[in-house]
């Protein structure tokens, strides 16, 4: 028979090479070594092992003769007694303390190592010293202090030398100005020079907050830039935010004020200081807003800015930034994400307001669906808003684009004849707009607590044409249709409502005689030269909201280039030359745009379509 090449797979051969085990006598053999164990297995026979230099039972030679020491019946025996043997002696030398848990030991009981005949040759203490020695050698550099005066050191790493610090000492603070981020601090001196400029510009921030029209943003964005950088570390938190609520009080935006805002807007993150809800809304609202008709770019603007508002600030957007997105999604003509906006607003649970009702008046006007937009409507009356010539107006814009003039006249003809008995209709600029709105969302909040009041409400209401309601009519039934006798009527009931003549009226008629004026026409000439003399009186009586751009101008030489000479054309130019206020590089677009309009004999570019 064969015996095992291994004597077990849990203890390892190189153990038993290096040195001889107490307990055990070496006898040489032919076959390597043997280890004799002098006491007796199971059947009272002693045991034998052979062990060559490589620690395996295999002989050296296949003879039948050098088996003779272990007989045949007696291998498993055999085999099963040394793997107790060595689990007991291995296991009790190594960790005497400890218990183990061995396959082949679990049903044994430890075997005790016999007293050795001859004691193995201890190790001496140089190479117990040349051992450590080497091991130490590994690492370059020790000092003689303990590791448990480390671990003292590190628990306490003065060691009581000097006193404990005092603090960190926090405290929450509730102040606007510590919640707000200070910018500066009042009790610093600063040069006198610098702060003659802040007081001045304190001073124009407040007379801009108290009385809008006594101070003209340009004044104050100025000052703000006599201020050195950073200029925002040179002002207090709260005439940081009072200066970004006025600049943001324009009644147009256009890229000239969009431009001044996002420059201060950039000085406050540079420096480090975080923007409010309303001052998000407000860039967000300049970024979609300050040009006359939304595009793709303004609606990547604004949704970029979104973005940066709640996953870079931390600020989650509220029903303001929401009815500004759907507004200029709408407006920029892709309907679909709007729904998306709109459907991303209910489902955050937010709850419509005045803005969020007649935004979806407009977004059903737009998609040409007046039976949405009528029930926009009623569900903006049954929501207890207070209605006025604003609803009404955007009721109005969307019954037109959809064709249906016949409707929009009727709900033209309601407005006119529900405040017929008022004498005088105040003018509304744009800061009295805003008040108002605000005081008709007030009231509507009150009517849903009170609903007894909410009639009385509704008659402190004005829903009589104004401005606007004039400038949608002519300038659909005046440059889309070309009803002038329609556009004359409208003209006629402005003064009855007294309802100034503003820039674009006199712009929407220009571009309509642009558009259908001719010989033959009821867009004539003398017309033409009578609305003409109107605009320049008017301009020269410094009418509210009546000066020359580049729109403006372009509208008027395109309506002369209808009937007039080319010399003609060059003398209405040399007039409006001389009163408008242009900058060089207006002033050579229009120069440019003159020589088309004469060289082509009545040149009039795509955008000088209609604007609603």
Known sequence: MRILTRIDGSISGATLSFRLLP????????????IRHEDKDDLG????????????????????????????????????????????????NMYPSRKWNHTAASTAEPIEPAEPTEPAEPVSSSQERRSKHELLDLVDQYDDTPVEEHLTFLKDPYLRRYAPADGPNLEVSDREEDENLQSVDPRQRLDPELSETVRRLREA????????????????????????????????????????????????????SMLRYFAVVTDVKNSGFPLTLIEWNTALSFASRYVGRSTEVELEAALHLWREMEHVAGIRASEVTFNILFDVASKARKLDLAEMIYQEM???????????????????????????????????????????????????????????????????????????????????????????TKVLMMFAR???????????????????PDLQTYRLLINHFGCRLGSLPRVVQFLDEMKMFNVPVHGAIFLAMFKGFGK??????????????????????????????????????????????RFSSKDHILDIYETLRSKWDLDATNSQFMIDFLKRLTQQGGYRPRHMGVIL
């Open 516 to 561: 259908h004026g001719g010989p033959g026409s009821d867009w004539s000439s003398e017309r033409l030269f009578s609305v003409w003399n109107a605009f320049l009186s008017a301009l020269d009586a410094d009418s509210e909201g009546l000066h020359i751009n580049t729109w403006m101008a372009m509208a008027i030489l395109t309506a002369f280039s």
């Open 45 to 92: 026979h002693g045991l034998l092992v052979p062990i060559n230099r490589c620690c395996t039972l295999a002989p050296q030679k296949r003879h039948g003769a050098s088996y003779s020491f272990i007989q045949r019946r007696y291998y498993n025996t055999t085999v099963v007694t040394c793997r107790r043997f060595m689990s007991s002696y291995f296991c009790s």
């Open 346 to 436: 209910i489902t955050r649970g937010f709850s419509f307001n005045r803005y969020h009702h007649v935004s979806l008046i407009h977004f059903f006007g737009l998609r040409q669906d007046t039976s949405g937009l009528r029930a926009a409507y009623r569900e903006m009356v049954n929501a207890g808003e207070v209605i006025d010539s604003t609803v009404l107006n955007c009721v109005i814009s969307g019954l037109l684009l959809s064709g249906e003039e016949d409707s929009a006249l009727r709900v033209y003809q309601k407005m006119t004849n529900s405040n017929r008995e008022l004498e005088h209709i105040p003018d509304r600029d744009y800061t009295m707009q805003k008040n108002i």
């Open 205 to 256: 921030v407040s007379i801009k907050l108290r009385r809008p029209p006594k101070m003209e943003l340009d004044e104050i964005y100025e000052l703000y830039l006599l201020l050195p950088e950073p200029r925002m570390t040179y002002i207090s938190a709260f005439l940081r935010h009072q200066l970004l609520a006025v600049l943001g009080m324009t009644e147009r935006k256009d890229p000239k």
């Open 446 to 464: 009150i009517g849903k607590t009170h609903p007894d009041m909410r009639p009385n409400f509704q008659k402190t209401a004005l829903i009589s």
């Open 23 to 34: 307990g055990l006598s070496s006898t040489p053999s032919p076959y390597g070594s043997i």
